[in-house]
């Protein structure tokens, strides 16, 4: 089976890299990749937003099944284009996926059918916003309606703060026409997780659960950017909470969904924050993770291709479980110096060769190429605002930390900058768990 990636981060790299393990696939391209993925797989220099171009090039090289990495082109519709080109395609279709496209959409669905999440207010002059903030209670978190890159959702803490915000999204239109309508929400206390299904439009298979770390800095500080590190798994999804989600959320959407006419199948992501109310939605989005995806694949023992097939065909209620590697495995984005804001580019990597050299880790590429030279291969370059997600798997998530950090200690690159902290939220919560139980 021949078989086309979109996309060119490390959700992506980690993506291709399992599917080369598959026994069904004997050949993987990916549009446009990127220098890490350019070693196990066959690179087209077409943008993962350019849907013509990759109709064409799926076509005229027979692909057998096609895999979207990123939302933007399943909020735009490619799996509409390739499914009408009768041409195989994992993800949903544009109508679906208004799920993460338009978070009023999202909002709208979740209080129709009673599904947990926080109460919120719809917006779509900055003039009602603002005279709504004057007597509302703070913390409270403000969203632009469309796709900003992970960075539309903000946290908050006054009035000034809000009037900033409100401002910058529906007048000065920094995220452009995302902003256009806002959500304001009221603010959840206790901690996020995120639990990723796969689904067939009827029924579902789990994955297990990770944690992101949003914020740029250490101790949750600083903008949210697309997502500075993750693990898995995430221990504040105990099973029964984790069995809560599943019951509460996501079979009830799945269901909702097929009720208004938008049958989903692909990846279903449920942004949850466990609060003492129980689980509720933060967010969906409609595709695998990133950088959850990365210590989620290191963990998958299963063949994926089979899982993803499934889906498409809906046929998942004849799929097996997922094999999971019980061991817990950390992944470290090293970023840009700047990241989330403006960054330079074209500077040299080194140290990957050396990192790699430990069996637990790997380091997937999210932001690299290769600089043109005389010799085959030029110099590894960055690209990108996240540049590479180092991944290890350990026998203890302290053992997992640790063996990434060590290999982080081993790469180079000018300008870098990391959070240190990765890992750490899970490590307390379990040290607190066993203390208690051993009280007990």
Known sequence: MKVLVVGSGGREHALVWKLAQSKLVDKIYAAPGNAGISKIADCIEINSDNIPGLLSSAQQLKMDFTVVGPEAPLVAGIVNVFTQNNLKIFGPTKEASQLEGSKVFAKNI???????????????????????????????????????????????????????????????????????????????????????????????????????????????????????????????????????????????IVHAMKKEGHCFRGALYAGIMFTDAGPKVLEFNVRFGDPETQPLMMRMKSDIAPLLLASSDKKLADFNDIEWDERPAVCVVMASESYPAKYETGREIKGIREAEKNKDIVVFHAGTARRQSTKPNG???????????????????????????????????NGMHYRKDIGAKAIELISKHTLATAKK
Do not use: W
Not at 152 to 161: F, H, R, Y
Not at 387 to 405: N, S
């Open 379 to 413: 110099k590894l370059i960055t690209a990108g605002g996240r540049v590479l997600d180092v991944t290890a798997i350990g026998e203890t998530l302290e053992k997992a930390q640790a063996t990434a950090y060590d290999a982080v200690s081993k790469i180079t690159f």
């Open 110 to 252: 979740l209080r129709k059918y009673g599904i947990p999440t926080a109460n919120y207010r719809v917006f779509n002059d900055s003039r009602s916003a603002l005279s709504f903030i004057r007597t509302a209670k703070f913390p409270l978190v403000i969203k632009a309606d469309g796709l900003c890159g992970g960075k539309g959702v903000v946290i908050a803490n006054s009035e000034s703060e809000a009037v900033v915000v409100i401002e910058g999204m529906m007048e000065k239109k920094i995220f452009g026409k995302a902003g256009e309508q806002i959500i304001i929400e009221e603010h959840l206390n206790g901690q996020e997780a995120s639990i990723i299904a796969i689904t067939d439009g009827i029924n579902i298979v789990t994955l297990e659960s990770s944690q992101d770390h949003k914020r740029a800095y250490d101790g949750d500080k600083g903008p949210n950017t697309g997502g500075m590190g993750a693990y898995s798994p995430a221990p504040v999804a105990s099973d029964a909470e984790y069995e809560r989600v599943i019951k509460d959320i996501l079979v009830p």
